[in-house]
């Protein structure tokens, strides 16, 4: 009877961070092109939500992949505060054609101030597409 609780135990267990493993796995979205032509990825998975009275926010991660020869991809962290209709970059990185890390881009302090982002922009539309989700 012990041994059938331990092997139970075991699957449940297994199953378990089969499960989380999977749902931490970046899951991209296409949401935006820039004039280049480069792709805008927003990983889903990436998401960290806070709600409650009077904040409304989404920490998440995107991907740009180049398209042409010479330019690098890169990925960056953003914070959308959905109240204020604010975006504001936390993080850049630059990253191979196969996806890894190059380097971490140290970013200025003015870099990371909250702006609201121009009607017609890239950033409108990583905002639109974080605030959507609220």
């Known amino acids: 009877m012990h041994k ?61 992949l180049a398209t042409t020869a010479g330019r690098r991809s890169f990925r960056q962290r953003y914070q959308a505060d959905c109240f204020k209709g604010t975006l504001a970059l936390r993080g850049l990185d630059l990253m191979s054609n196969q996806g890894s890390l190059i380097r971490e881009v140290p970013l200025e302090r003015a870099d990371r101030e909250s702006v609201i982002p121009e009607e017609g922009t890239i950033a409108a539309s990583i905002w639109r597409y974080a605030c959507s989700q609220f």
């Not at 989380?20 to 927003?42: L, N």
């Open 4 to 64: 059938l609780i331990q092997i139970i135990a075991a699957t449940i267990l297994s199953l378990a961070t089969a499960t989380t493993v999977q749902a931490q796995q970046p899951q991209w979205i296409e949401i935006t092109k820039t004039e280049s032509g480069d792709r805008v990825f927003f990983d889903t998975a990436s998401q960290v939500k806070l709600f409650d009275a009077g904040v409304k926010q989404n920490t998440f991660r995107t991907m740009t």
